[in-house]
Nanobody, 118 residues
Framework: QVQLVESGGGLVQAGGSLRLSCAASGSIFSRNFMGWYRQAPGKQRELVARINLGGSTNYADSVKGRFTISRDNGKNTVYLQMNSLKPEDTAVYYC????????????WGQGTQVTVSS
């Protein structure tokens, strides 16, 4: 069974920082890419950052230069360091592998809420 457990969210003022963590089961963490996704109220879930086993990263334009994704392969954990947070970053943040297959898309953790106040 795929397990994804996100943590580290909270309420922060604009300009602040948060660090999210995601512990994943080995079956999913061993996939080449892991990603952080977010879903804001009334919007579709979107990919904000991804990282492969070798450490290469990609970011959505909206977070480039502010967010940093990293992974600890020994701990099956992926992180998202979020700096210079903006109110529009408010969302529930999830991790999962990338790209999403039908199976992966039916397996999500509880997510972690990030709320940025202006």
């Amino acid at each position: 069974q795929v397990q994804l457990v996100e943590s580290g969210g909270g309420l922060v003022q604009a300009g602040g920082s948060l660090r999210l963590s995601c512990a994943a089961s080995g079956s999913i963490f061993s996939r080449n890419f892991m990603g952080w996704y977010r879903q804001a109220p009334g919007k579709q879930r979107e990919l904000v950052a991804r990282i492969n086993l070798g450490g290469s990263t990609n970011y959505a334009d909206s977070v480039k230069g502010r967010f940093t994704i990293s992974r600890d392969n020994g701990k099956n954990t992926v992180y998202l360091q979020m700096n210079s947070l903006k109110p529009e970053d408010t969302a529930v943040y999830y991790c999962n592998a990338w790209p999403l297959t039908a199976l992966l898309n039916n397996n999500w953790g509880q997510g972690t809420q990030v709320t940025v106040s202006s």
